[in-house]
């Protein structure tokens, strides 16, 4: 059932073009340049009243719903916030009639969220979900949103729902800016784009050989440092979750401006720092704070757009992603860090599909 991989995970993450393809299929409108996401079941009027997202989940779910803050804002032009579930349940939050809530769960079990929706629906508020498995109980009691369609997630370190969730967020934020931000000619643009996802991802995954020898050299670091900005900031915090979750390795996720007002104190000679160092607005300053790792002894792993040679020649070491638009580059560059992560952890011998202490969904608060 594993396929031929030695684990799940590594499976899951081979597996993300084709999980992608699905979830993007027929779901892309060109001749409007839009998105059709029939499951949120709203009518344009309902649509062009939103003027809140709020997003709630928790984990590898919590950060795809910060990738999707950028891409309401940035996209749909709509003011976007992400609350992780547990802490939207209970700070008592303050919900508006034209606020649109979106819980976004793998399993569509997670207690803490379930209650984050309950909490909502109470509250009045338009809520729909995004989940994984058919008719779990977040997507029942919503009633509306949008399936992943990303097949079966087995190990417990999620990797292709991520992807997946991300490839969603990114349609419901075409579906809501064309109309606000997006022409009908921009709308055609990133639809593009997000149809290229498959294969953008597909050309990481050829990369594996080399990210398994790359991840040779970081397997005896007890800890580690993922930097970035932009819509690479939640990628820094999936990056280092993915790591300390499979090889129990101390890795912190960090906005890359954050290190001087503090974390820098930790570096010592040897350090990996892994930078997204994407070829997106910002990258210039974060190769700046590569530079003040680099003095402190740090060792650098890059996460570089293809052909930008200048950013790889900063590094100790790099992987590469296709170049696309700044959101659409999130889900490439995670999975270059799905694959770092799992190399490394496997090397280190560990139980890469059933990590102690944790389990596939969360059903206690
Ligand atoms: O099923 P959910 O998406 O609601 O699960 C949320 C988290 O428990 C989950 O993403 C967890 O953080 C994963 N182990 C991360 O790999």
Known sequence: EKGGYE??????IHEQPDSLANAIRGRLDFDLGSAVLSGMGTSPR???EISRVVLIGCGTSLHAGLVGEYAFEDLADIHAEVQQAA???YRNPIIANRDLVVAISQSGETADTLAAVREAIQKGAFVM???NVVGSTIARETGRGVYLHAGPEISVASTKAFTCQVAVLLMMALKLGRGRRFSREDGYKLAREIE???ELVARVITQDARIARIAEDYAKNEHAFFIGRGPMYPVALEGALKLKEISYIHAEGYHAAELKHGPIALLEQGTPIIALAVDIPGKDKTLGNVEECRARGARILGIVTEGDHETAECMDDYITIPRCHP????IPAVVALQLFSYHV?????????????????VTVE
Do not use: W, Y
Not at 7 to 12: A, I, Q, S
Not at 327 to 330: C, E, G, R
Not at 345 to 357: F, H, K, L, T, V
């Open 87 to 89: 802490e939207f349940r």
């Open 7 to 12: 684990h799940f995970m590594l499976k899951e």
């Open 327 to 330: 959101l659409v580059a999130t």
């Open 129 to 131: 979900s995004l989940c």
């Open 345 to 361: 952890a496997r090397i280190r011998g560990c139980e890469i599909d059933q990590p102690r202490n944790l389990a596939k969904s």
């Open 46 to 48: 309902e649509l062009a």
């Open 196 to 198: 290229s996802i498959p």
